[in-house]
């Protein structure tokens, strides 16, 4: 240890001399005070120790599931030991906050010297310095929780973490093992730091057993007693931690394995010994703040009902992922600059809100993919609705979402010009399959409807047998009035293409991809069914999708006809084409979806994606191309407008000069 020769260490040499009731002598802000050079002597052989600082970094990054891009706060963080440790790991946006003056600048100076370029701050951790909705993970580590007197001041500190925390942000508490302890307690014990420091350290439970009171006093072997002080830890048990948790606002508490260090110098570890990492998730919403600009359009986002049954989904209701994929949404929109969204989905009420808000926005952001009500064959309802209130929209209009519902009337339009579809036919109520005019394998699907509700593995069929047990199956669940359509199933490269804007103006055809099926079991249909999209549990769920290779002739068709099909059906703003190759490498139309799914991890996001296109700059770009069809839209009402002014003035003048005036 380097010599502190010149150190002004501002702690008078005295002692408190025996002492009885350690409680007594404890300060309600010890804290203030105790966390100075002296502790990093005291402490050092395991808060100086980056060995263990590494593995309780490598703990956080494993149990928190955190990624570099993302914005870290480490909350009593000390001279900024693990905040160092994650920034030198590649982390870019780490901040650290503490009450101790003297540790933050210590870190400060680490950090200017390393060129790590993270902000440390002095602060209260019952009063963040920080805007609500910023962080997606917070730290308490090294137990720095539960120095407060009382408990409410820890449900403070943990509410105002929930604060800072985004929506589906954790926060991981490393704090001593209340139960442990007081199991284990070490009255009294001492030690060398080095040659030229002594500690010695007492310890007694609290009155009401809830806390344990340290009295530690530094010597130094020529200038004598450095300190005596007191200070108290709560102590805290599994069970009352998840209860402070949840009281707070937190969900999903979940505990870690308990973590132990050693001491170099084989020492008391007190309460660094045994200590519980728990985490835990907030599922709250995003909070917005009125921000009056005069230069930002206001939109209304439109969504499905949470509140109300939706068949499509597994559990026929929405569930903790749909939450996530909302709330991924609203962050990705709350950092669009342009704009400001309100957010719709009661649909009890949605007609009079929509009234109310027409006169306030400048149009809507039509993400009601789930259909009025939550009703899959509603979804045209919205478009519908929105015109006859006179409210401008992104999307394709009730005409186009009512076609694209239908997929044998796409595979009519599709044949009629000239774009490859497979061989199909389509079974009416009144109709009976006594065979195919194509070979097996076929599959089996409702003709109308979208999110492959409906289309499994079983409705991959290779014989007649199997064909007509899943066609009574569908009807079954469908309804026997309802068509279905067989095709034949193609056996080449499953693809999809996105394009946004519009034919009019600009757009942007994204990538080619393709479902990757390697690791799908060899028994099982190459598909990207319901099952992909909507069960974790299934083997289709590992389905992953990756840029397609595809020859320039391939491209050039799948592109040419689906900018056909998009001018042809009048798609606005953005749309999704599925393809699939034949088994002689020929690319046929499967499907058209001109409200295809919006979500951060859609097959939508993933085109934008490989083109280098984050998830907010692909949802900024269908706002801007809508925004600019309704400028163009109001452009040509104008001219029109200024046409018919000029033939009535020339009409009016014929008549006068007819008539000599």
């Not at 050039?556 to 056909?564: A, F, N, P, Q, Y």
């Not at 925004?627 to 002014?645: G, M, P």
Request: overall charge neutral; hydrophobic content about 35%.
């Amino acid at each position: 240890m380097k010599s502190r020769k010149g150190s002004k260490l501002k702690v008078k040499p005295k002692s408190f001399g025996p002492v009885e009731d350690f409680e007594s002598f404890v300060k309600p802000d010890w804290w203030k005070d105790l966390f100075n050079p002296l502790y990093l002597i005291s402490d050092g052989d395991v808060v100086e120790d980056s060995e263990i600082t590494k593995s309780e970094v490598d703990l956080v990054v494993k149990a928190l599931g955190i990624k570099p891009e993302d914005k870290v706060l480490d909350l009593c963080c000390g001279q900024g030991r693990h905040s160092i440790e994650l920034a030198s790991r590649g982390f870019l946006n780490v901040e650290g906050l503490d009450r101790s003056r003297y540790l933050i600048q210590k870190a400060r100076k680490e950090s200017e010297k390393r060129a790590l370029g993270i902000k440390f701050r002095e602060g209260d951790a019952r009063k963040l310095p920080y805007k609500t909705d910023t962080f997606d993970a917070v730290l308490i580590l090294g137990n720095s929780f539960g120095y407060f007197e009382s408990e409410d001041e820890d449900l403070k500190v943990l509410k105002e973490v929930l604060r800072v925390l985004k929506p589906w942000g954790k926060v991981l508490l490393d704090v001593v093992g209340g139960e442990y302890l007081k199991s284990n307690l070490q009255n009294r014990s001492w030690e060398w730091v080095d040659n030229r420091f002594f500690v010695c350290r007492e310890r007694s439970l609290s009155t009401d057993g809830k806390r344990i009171i340290t009295r530690e006093i530094i010597a130094h072997k020529e200038k004598g007693i450095m300190a005596d002080q007191f200070y108290s830890v709560r102590l805290y048990s599994k069970e009352k931690l998840q209860e402070l948790l949840k009281k707070s606002g937190f969900d999903d508490v979940e505990f870690h394995s308990t973590l132990s260090v050693s001491s170099k110098r084989n020492q008391d570890l007190g309460m660094m010994g045994h200590r519980i990492i728990v985490t835990a998730l907030t599922k709250k919403q995003w909070t917005f703040t009125k921000v009056k600009d005069a230069s930002l359009k206001t939109v209304a986002v439109v969504m499905g009902d949470p509140n109300k049954p939706d068949n499509m989904k597994p559990n026929g209701i929405f569930d903790e992922d749909d939450f996530y994929t909302i709330d991924e949404l609203k962050k990705a929109l709350n950092e669009l600059k342009n704009y400001r969204f309100i957010y719709v989905n009661n649909h009890d009420t949605l007609i009079s809100d929509l009234i109310k808000l027409k006169p306030k926005i400048d149009f809507v952001f039509n993400l009601c993919d789930e259909g009025f009500n939550n009703e899959p064959t509603k979804e045209l309802y919205i478009p519908a609705l929105l015109e006859m209130l006179n409210i401008p929209y992104t999307g394709s209009n009730p005409q186009c979402l009512a076609y694209c519902y239908d997929k044998s009337l796409i595979r009519g339009v599709a044949k009629e010009m000239g774009i490859p579809v497979p061989k199909g036919i389509l079974v009416t109520p009144d109709k009976t399959v006594l065979e195919l005019p194509f070979n097996f394998p076929a599959i089996v699907k409702p003709n109308f409807g979208d999110s492959s509700f409906g289309i499994t593995k079983k409705s991959v069929v290779y014989t007649m047998d199997e064909l007509i047990e899943v066609l009574s199956e569908i009807k079954e669940q469908f309804g026997h009035d309802k068509p279905v359509l067989i095709e034949e199933f193609l056996t080449g490269s499953d693809l999809t293409i996105g394009i946004i804007g519009n034919i009019s103006g600009n757009y942007k055809i994204l990538p080619i991809i393709e479902e990757d099926y390697s690791k799908l079991p060899d028994d099982l249909p190459k598909i990207c069914g319901y099952e992909a999209k909507w069960l974790p549990g299934s083997p289709y769920w590992n389905n992953t999708s990756r840029l397609a290779q595809l020859d320039e002739e391939t491209e050039r068709i799948i592109v040419e006809s689906s900018l056909k099909l998009w001018e042809r059906l009048n798609v606005n703003d953005y749309c999704r084409f599925d393809w699939r190759l034949d088994s002689e490498s020929k690319p046929k139309l499967l499907e058209v979806n001109p409200n295809p799914g919006w979500c951060w991890d859609g097959h939508l996001a993933k085109m934008a994606k490989i083109a280098g296109i984050s998830y907010g700059e692909m949802l900024n770009m269908i706002l801007e191309a809508a925004a600019e069809r309704f400028e163009s839209s109001k452009t040509r009402e104008i001219k029109n407008d200024t046409h018919l002014t000029q033939a009535i003035n020339v009409r009016l003048t014929n008549i006068n000069l007819a008539y000599g005036r």
